[in-house]
C-alpha cells in the first residue's frame, strides 16, 4: 500500500472512531438545570434543550445535501449540453 493510501485510510479510520469516543461535552450548569427539572417533574426545558441540539446536527447535514445535489445537476446538465453541441457538428 502506498504512503498517501495509509494517511487516506488512518484518517478514515480515525473519522470514523473519533465519534465513538464517549464525550461529556454539556456544560455543568446545562446538565445540573436539566437533572433538577428531570427530577422535578418537568421534562420541558430538557426536551427543548435536545430539540435545538438536532437540530444544530441536522442543518450542516441538509446543506451539503443540498449542495450535492446542486452539483450533480449542473454538472449533468453541462454534460448534456456538451453531448448535444457534439451531435450538431
Same mark, same amino acid.
Given at each position: %500500500? ?13 473519522? &470514523? %472512531? ?17 437533572? /433538577?427539572?428531570?427530577?422535578?417533574? /418537568?421534562?420541558? &426545558? ?12 441536522? &442543518? ?9 445535489? %446542486? ?19
Amino acid at each position: %500500500m502506498k504512503t498517501p493510501m495509509k494517511k487516506i485510510l488512518l484518517l478514515l479510520v480515525g473519522g &470514523i %472512531m473519533l465519534p465513538a469516543i464517549d464525550l461529556y461535552a454539556q456544560c455543568a450548569m446545562c446538565r445540573s438545570t436539566l437533572e /433538577n427539572n428531570l427530577s422535578n417533574g /418537568n421534562p420541558g &426545558i430538557a426536551a427543548g434543550i435536545n430539540t435545538g441540539i438536532l437540530y444544530l446536527l441536522v &442543518i450542516p447535514y441538509i446543506a451539503v445535501m443540498v449542495l450535492g445535489y %446542486m452539483w450533480y445537476k449542473t454538472s449533468k446538465n453541462a454534460k448534456n449540453d456538451l453531448r448535444r453541441s457534439l451531435a450538431a457538428k
